[in-house]
């Protein structure tokens, strides 16, 4: 299996850059993938890799050759599409085998490897309906046998589970884990879903505006994010961002009241007067600590095995508390939201990582 | 049910009786038409009659059926044929291709649709004399065929088909004339027939353009062919109707044959 080196890559429509100079090393067998809200790159890139998109500038490289200007069926990958884009004129083994036929392999070999393919996914007893007689998760697994038939040196993944239900999402997101531990490939994976990125990746790549924000293993992300956009991407529900000033060594939090929590443990000498921002995920309540705030509960969301609440003081944001099963909780109760000091993060005003 | 709502109901059913019976009536008037003398037609005869034998023979003896209709077939399947391939790869290409002139070569084609076919038809006789087309099949296929009504409907259909097929088709390794062959065509199938029957009717059915070009009566269409049994100084009317539905029967065939895929297109289906 072949790893990826993008070096400098840039995407220009006219005036406008879209990529504005991307840097990435994808290892052999990796799975990586990219996240970023939406108009981020993420797909541009994705597409730029496949050969969908003219490249701009800087380079691509594939096993150690450039692929810059090489045919997109030429590159030794596959793409899985949103929509599935399964030829809705042919079968199943037609749709499997069309890129085989074109590729000149002879009807045995194509034969050999859309059965194979169709033993890995289970597809047998689908292969001669037409995608319209297929259900969203089987047609997507016929999307995934299309790309596994041609024995690709790295697999794309272009926000494959958007168009499933949540149900048929989770059973998917497995499937393609177990798919990468068996056939060993390097697989880009690109989505929305930070639950996706973080249960199938092992390596997330954070985009925003044309470039990457960060990248790393996925709790790495989640632990030690090296600014605000990526603390906030990452973890759902999101983080929570308190504006505060730095005080006599502590935090005093303006819009709550002036309610003072203590500095985290940072190597950072910040100034006293400085503006920063506070980041407590929702749940850091959960386990208690020593600092905590005095909050309102809003709205409670029961999920059975979890519950969140929405808690504010004054006018100031609202506060998402990850209360554990939280049953015996109110709306419109005073309460203490205990944290660790320790867990908190601390923003700069521009959104850097005070550490 | 309030009286009002019985009242609209009751007044639907009878518009559209109406228009049912305006839409229909001429058909079988032409049929009834077919099987009566020409004094019966004109003396206000609706119902059927016993020459329609007579009228056939007598059609047959006076024109080269199957002459006649082989040059309508040429001049329909032909026009067909051509103006779907231009149109589909010209809306294909409008639809497909990012250009920065391509919304204002389109918006001039649109503009184009506004000038009327008498205002080009001595412009297009001079040329086809000019060049010595005068006379031909092609002449008569030829100003048809980069129909921009025909290049607009691709155009729009094109939006349904889904960019991502053209992706994978490209992943896969076809280059851009093999997607439209093997991917676009087939998918758009409906978009075709619906096509097809709107041109073959067109075809079939043209009367001026083939009459300034055709100049002998071996090159003669069938719409040309009825025209001419109508000049007489007394029209055998019985004669003419048997001409009419003999001339309406391939468009009618074509119709049926294509039906389903024809309502599909025209609800700009991807299937």
């Known amino acids: 299996m072949s790893g990826l080196k993008l070096t400098g890559l840039r995407k220009n429509y006219g005036a406008h850059q879209v990529i504005k100079g991307v840097d990435l090393v994808v290892e052999p067998k990796e799975f990586v993938v990219f996240v970023g809200p939406s108009g981020c790159g993420k797909s541009t890139l994705l597409r730029m890799i496949a050969g969908l998109e003219e490249i701009s500038g800087g380079d691509l490289t594939i096993g150690g050759v450039r692929m810059n200007e090489v045919d997109a069926s030429k590159r030794g990958i596959a793409m899985v599409f949103q929509s599935y884009a399964l030829y809705p004129h042919m079968t199943v083994r037609e749709n499997m085998g069309f890129a085989l036929k074109y590729a000149g392999e002879s009807a045995a070999n194509i034969a050999r490897r859309v059965n194979e393919a169709a033993k890995i ?45 949540a149900e048929l999402r989770v059973q998917m997101r497995i499937e393609i884990a177990r798919l990468h531990k068996e056939l060993q490939t390097t697989i880009i994976y690109v989505t929305h879903d930070q639950v996706e990125a973080m249960t199938l990746a092992d ?33 759902s529900p999101r983080m929570n961002f308190l504006p ?26 910040l100034a006293e007067g400085a503006e920063v921002t506070v980041g407590i ?19 409670i969301e029961h999920l059975g095995g979890e519950s969140f609440a929405y808690a504010r003081q004054g006018k100031a944001n609202v506060i998402t508390i990850a209360t554990g099963t939280g049953r015996n909780w109110a709306s419109g109760e005073r309460i203490q939201a205990t944290f660790d000091p320790a867990s908190v993060l601390l923003f700069t005003a521009q959104g850097a990582r005070v550490r | 049910m309030s009286l009002f709502s019985r009242l609209f109901s009751l007044l639907t059913q009878a518009m559209l009786w109406l228009a049912a019976f305006i839409s ?39 024109v080269d059926v199957p002459l006649v209709f082989f040059n309508s077939l040429v001049v329909a399947i032909g026009g067909t044929v051509l103006t779907l391939i231009v149109a589909s790869l010209a809306g294909y290409g409008f639809e497909m291709f990012r250009s920065k002139t391509r919304d204002r070569i389109f918006g001039g084609l649109l503009l184009m649709l506004s000038v009327p076919f008498a205002a080009m038809m001595i412009p297009l ?46 992943m896969d390794g076809l280059q851009e004339w093999q997607i439209f062959l093997r991917i676009y065509m087939p998918v758009m199938r409906s978009t075709y027939a619906a096509a097809m029957i709107i041109l073959f009717m067109t075809n079939w ?58 309502v599909e297109g025209m609800l700009g289906g991807v299937k």
């Open chain 1, 121 to 165: 996914l289970e597809l047998h007893k689908l292969m001669d309906r037409k995608p319209r007689d297929l259900s969203g998760g089987q047609r997507q697994r016929v999307a995934i046998g299309r790309a596994i038939v041609r024995h690709p040196e790295v697999f794309l993944f272009d926000e494959p589970l958007s168009n499933l239900d």
């Open chain 2, 125 to 170: 006789f001079v040329m086809f004399s000019g060049v010595g087309l005068m006379n031909t099949y092609f002449a008569i296929i030829a100003p048809g065929i980069a129909s921009i009504f025909m290049i607009f409907y691709f155009r729009q259909n094109t939006k349904a088909f889904p960019s991502e097929l053209r992706d994978a088709a490209r």
């Open chain 1, 203 to 235: 390596k997330i790549v954070v985009l925003r505006e044309g470039l990457i924000e960060q990248t790393g293993a996925p709790l790495t992300l989640y632990d030690d994010p090296d600014n605000q956009f990526v603390a906030g991407f990452i973890g």
């Open chain 2, 24 to 62: 229909v009536f001429p058909f079988y008037w032409m049929i009834a038409g077919a099987t009566n003398t020409a004094n019966d037609i004109t003396g206000g005869k609706f119902t059927l009659g016993t020459n329609l034998i007579p009228n056939i023979t007598k059609f047959f003896e006076l």
């Open chain 2, 205 to 262: 059915n043209a009367y001026l353009w083939p009459l300034i070009v055709l100049q002998t009566n071996d090159m003669k269409t069938i719409q040309l062919v009825v025209a001419s049994l109508a000049t007489a100084y007394t029209p055998d009317y019985g004669l003419i109707m048997v001409a009419n539905v003999l001339a309406t029967l391939p468009t009618i065939l074509v119709f049926f044959l294509l039906q389903r895929r024809f």
């Open chain 1, 281 to 299: 995920r929702p749940e850091h309540f959960r386990t208690g600590g020593s600092a905590s705030l005095d909050l309102t509960i809003e709205l």
């Open chain 1, 244 to 269: 505060a000033v730095v005080k006599n060594g502590a935090l005093t939090l303006p819009e709550y009241d002036g309610q003072v929590i203590p500095m985290p443990p940072v190597a950072a000498k």
